[in-house]
């Protein structure tokens, strides 16, 4: 099974941006889709958004229109640039296939404070 890395994460103040990187151990040339996930404090893991192999994206209504996921398959990367960053955001991002059926990593830590 492919394994993945996130990094990227950090505080930063409501409003402001970051971005994700999720490096895989392998080619994700073949993977049909890439998601982003996250799990707050006290909360489920959920789902954020993802991207297909052909470059469609899909994202949950909270996170529309500032949230964007790229990927690099030559990087076996993938990417959450999050904008506009709320409190709401703070959690641990975690990628995954979508759906999930590999490992988890060990997330990225995002807090929205200021």
């Known amino acids: 099974q492919v394994q993945l890395v996130e990094s990227g994460g950090g505080l930063v103040q409501p409003g402001g941006s970051l971005r994700l990187s999720c490096v895989a151990s392998?080619?994700?040339?073949?993977?049909?889709?890439m998601g982003w996930y996250r799990q707050a404090p006290g909360k489920e893991r959920e789902f954020v958004g993802l991207?297909?192999?052909?470059?469609?994206?899909n994202y949950v209504d909270a996170v529309k229109e500032r949230f964007t996921i790229a990927r690099d398959n030559a990087k076996n990367t993938v990417y959450l640039q999050m904008n506009s960053l709320k409190p709401e955001d703070t959690a641990l991002y975690y990628c995954?296939?979508?759906?999930?059926?590999?490992?988890w990593g060990q997330g990225t830590q995002v807090t929205v404070s200021s």
């Open positions: 392998r080619s994700i040339f073949s993977i049909n889709a």
């Open positions: 991207i297909t192999s052909l470059g469609t994206t």
């Open positions: 995954n296939t979508f759906p999930a059926k590999t490992f």
